[in-house]
C-alpha cells in the first residue's frame, strides 16, 4: 500500500525562520522543521509534501490540489491565520484531519494574533511548543487518520 500524503503548508514570512525574530520563533530554519515533519511522518506510514508561498493565491491552489491527493493537512498560516477568510474558505473545502500549527502561542502575543480565522475549520491547533510542534502535528495526524 502507498503511503497516505500529508500536506504541509506554510504561509508568509516562513521562509525566514532561522533569521527572522529568533527570540520569538527560534533558530531552526524551515528546512529544520520539514525534516522533523517528514522524519515524524515516516514514522507513522504517512509522507509529506511541503508547499512554502508568501503568496495568498499560491496557498489556496496547494488547498486546492490536496482535494485530489492528501489525507490530512497541516498548516502554518504565518499571519495569514488572522485575515484569509480566503484560506477558510478553501479549509472548509477539505474532508480530512486539518491541523492549525503555530511555533509561537498567538494567543499570549499582540491583540490582533488572537483570532485565528483558520481555527474554526481545523481539527485542532497546535502552538506555542516551537518546532516540537511539527512532531507534535505529524503525531496528531497519525492518530486522526488511524
Ligand atoms: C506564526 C504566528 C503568526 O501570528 C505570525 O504572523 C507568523 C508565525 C507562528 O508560527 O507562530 O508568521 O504563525
Redesign the pocket.
Known amino acids: 500500500m502507498t503511503d497516505q500524503l500529508v500536506l504541509l503548508l506554510s504561509?508568509?514570512?516562513?521562509n525566514l525562520l532561522g533569521d527572522r525574530e529568533p527570540d520569538?520563533?527560534g533558530s531552526a530554519t524551515l528546512d529544520d522543521h520539514v525534516a522533523v515533519a517528514r522524519e515524524t511522518a515516516q514514522a507513522h506510514g504517512l509522507t509529506v509534501e511541503h508547499v512554502q508561498s508568501n503568496h495568498e493565491g499560491e496557498l489556496i491552489d496547494a488547498i486546492h490540489g490536496a482535494r485530489a491527493n492528501a489525507a490530512a493537512i497541516v498548516i502554518?498560516?504565518?499571519?495569514f491565520?488572522?485575515s484569509s477568510w480566503a484560506i477558510h474558505d478553501a479549509l472548509a473545502a477539505f474532508d480530512g484531519p486539518i491541523v492549525e500549527?503555530?511555533?509561537?502561542?498567538?494567543d499570549g502575543?499582540e491583540a490582533w494574533?488572537r483570532t485565528s480565522v483558520v481555527a474554526p475549520v481545523a481539527t485542532g491547533s497546535i502552538?506555542g511548543f516551537g518546532g516540537d510542534g511539527y512532531r507534535l502535528a505529524l503525531d496528531a495526524v497519525a492518530a486522526l487518520l488511524a
Open positions: 504561509g508568509p514570512n516562513l520569538v520563533y502554518n498560516p504565518g499571519a491565520t488572522h500549527l503555530h511555533l509561537s502561542n498567538p502575543r494574533r502552538s
